[in-house]
């Protein structure tokens, strides 16, 4: 989409995304020019494969944390970090990110604290971090709600004559939602300030991509809605960046929402309780492999004398320690007191939470007693 062109002046044609998805390095780590596109800087890539490094090893830790219980469930994004930290580092302090489950790479570039990030996943609390301090709004399970939300903080920014931009995350599942639609149809006709930025990585958790649209892309879905669409690759960090600070300045001059489609894959399975096996071939998996997104940008920054051992050996410590924090802070047992439970639920408690809270008072009273 052209800067200077608002949504309402766009033609049809315009809206439509690009036959072939965005990149401006290959496979390979070779540039490739783009006549709309730009190479995003040098400071801008390096940090971008810092962050991927780091997010790595966040993921594998995680994994490993899974196996030895000190986490309930973690839904790997090994093989999306792009993705995730593209799009947040496109990202300015007045901006909201709304994740999902799978973003938690992304909610840590955000800069929530590791061991908050954590603790929905650990089970212990529904958010360990506060989304306004962060402007994160919490990861949640259910596929699509988030971006209801999202689209109700832009219109009331909007509302206020703030600047602020929302970014969107979801998942190619998350499309097949009615809350989907519903999102991007009240954005569109309010020319809300939002960015949706869809993982298509290829499984809504056992179900293929073909089982879930007829469409030629999921981008192509932004035309029904009256916004443009885009088409990115999904592990090439320099396009992802390009793509999604456009967007997002484009929704701050007030020319409203774009919709990103980022073809990626998903690695690992669903989450530590599903087996890919079920439903994926291993052969589907290991052709996806040598397009990872950190081997491409290796490559690139070390070609164009950007990244040396010295720099490498410096990344991968930075991402061994902060692992190694997260590992030491879930090895802690934590303490929890079930009185809590009632202390959230209204402003005023009702008779009959207090009721319960009693009963359950009495109850651990009597075990203590034994």
Known sequence: MRPDVAIGELSERAMLPSEHPVCLIDE???????RRYALPSAEQLVAGYRGMVIGRRINDQCSALVRQGRLAVYPSSHGQEACQLASVLALGDEDWLFPTYRDTIAVMARGVDLLETMVLLRGTWHSGYDPTKYRVAPQATPL??????????????TLQGQKTVVLALCGDGATSEGDFHEALNFAAVFNAPVVFLVQNNQYAISVPLHRQTKAPSLAHKAIGYGMPGVRVDGNDFAALQAVVTEAISSARAGQGPTLVEAHTYRIEAHTNADDAARYRDQSEVTEWIPKD??????????DAGLLDSDLQKLIEHEANEQAAVLRHGLNKDVELDPAVLFEHVYSVPTPQL???????????EREDAQ
């Not at 699509?144 to 920014?157: E, I």
């Open 354 to 364: 207090r009721e319960q809270a009693a009963l359950l008072a009495d109850e651990l």
């Open 28 to 34: 390979n780590g070779r540039p490739q020019p783009d």
């Open 144 to 157: 699509a709600t988030q971006l209801l939300h999202a689209v109700g903080v832009a219109h009331a920014a």
């Open 293 to 302: 997104p950190l081997i491409r940008m290796k490559t690139y920054l070390t």
